[in-house]
């Protein structure tokens, strides 16, 4: 059994950049790069579950037009502008990866801007932002890619207001060894440090000082996205006539089918929680 490998923010940030655009050629042409919350095992519909998944975590939240929301790990934006289309709610999005804030940034221009939202550049180890700045923080499946997790936990209990939500999607190590091909497609693939169990996750917010956390583990909904991925994959790829294109395209299809074994293993998870930073 090996354990995970460790990766910087800069390995990280250089690995986003890199496959920002492979990521919407290929996954979503509007960069929604997330897990989908499923109707059932025959849905087959990749974005409306991901659109379910971000609809899911906005109610948990309780985010409304009063809401001044922060994204960790926003990527290319799209959980923030969903959010302001449907409650007019005001919000930063915080990434590492420059190419995908810069797609952010182009997407909110094309859609008039405004100063209710921003982009910006930065790490959720460092919040460039105020002493609680927010009523809400929010994360779809980033905060697993921190390498120093404790640090990003103060830095989102510091700059939420007293009472506020952060409400996110994580990915789940539920157990400390994991084998080598769950390593090679689950881990390394997307440089993940390793994290923490459904138990283990509660317990590290706690101990950063949030309370009323809740914590659900989901994994029937990972295990369908990356089904519907890789069958998405192998279709694209006999479509496809760029051959370095087709080969990135195949190893992504094939490390779906690991990715699948590796939840059945209990080698990998997916998990929704929310929490408060005290009154
Ligand atoms: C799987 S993508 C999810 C993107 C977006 N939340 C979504 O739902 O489409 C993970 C994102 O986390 C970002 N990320 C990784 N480490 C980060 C850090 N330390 N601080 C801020 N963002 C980070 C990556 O650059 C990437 O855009």
Redesign the pocket.
């Known amino acids: 059994m090996a354990t995970t490998s460790q990766f910087t923010?800069r390995d990280?940030?250089e690995f986003?950049?890199r496959t920002t655009q492979t990521y919407l050629s290929f996954w979503n042409s509007e960069?929604?790069?997330?897990t989908g919350y499923f109707a059932d095992d025959a849905d087959t519909d990749y974005h409306a579950a991901?659109d379910r998944t971000?609809d899911i975590l906005a109610a948990d939240a309780g985010i409304d037009a009063t809401a001044n929301i922060l994204?960790?790990?926003?990527?290319?934006g799209?959980?923030l502008l969903r959010l302001a289309e449907r409650t007019g709610c005001r919000g930063e999005g915080?990434?590492?990866?420059i190419e995908?804030v810069r797609f952010a940034q182009g997407k909110l221009a094309e859609r008039g801007g405004g100063p209710r939202l921003a982009f910006r550049h930065?790490?959720?180890?460092a919040l460039p932002y105020a002493d609680g700045a927010f009523t809400h923080v929010v994360?779809?499946?980033?905060?697993f890619?921190?390498?120093e997790k404790p640090r990003?936990h103060a830095e989102m209990f510091r700059v939420l207001a007293p009472g506020g939500v952060l409400a996110f999607s994580d990915f789940l190590q539920p157990k400390p060894e994991i084998g080598d091909a769950a390593r090679r497609h689950v881990y390394d693939r997307?440089r993940w440090n390793g994290g923490y169990s459904l138990d283990g996750y509660r317990r590290a917010l706690e101990a950063a000082g949030f309370v009323d956390v809740t914590a659900r583990s989901l994994d029937a909904h990972i295990r369908q996205t990356y089904r519907v991925l890789g069958r998405t994959a192998r279709e694209r790829a006999a479509g496809t006539d760029d051959e370095a294109a087709r080969s990135w395209i195949l190893n992504f299809a094939d490390s779906c089918d690991e990715i699948q074994a590796a939840i059945d293993r209990g080698e990998f998870g997916w998990g929704m929680f929310v929490a408060r930073r005290p009154a």
């Open positions: 923010e990280v940030s986003f950049d960069g929604v790069l997330h991901a971000s994204d960790v790990g926003c990527g290319c799209n959980f915080l990434d590492l990866s995908r930065g790490s959720a180890t994360s779809q499946d980033a905060l890619l921190v390498p990003s997307v």
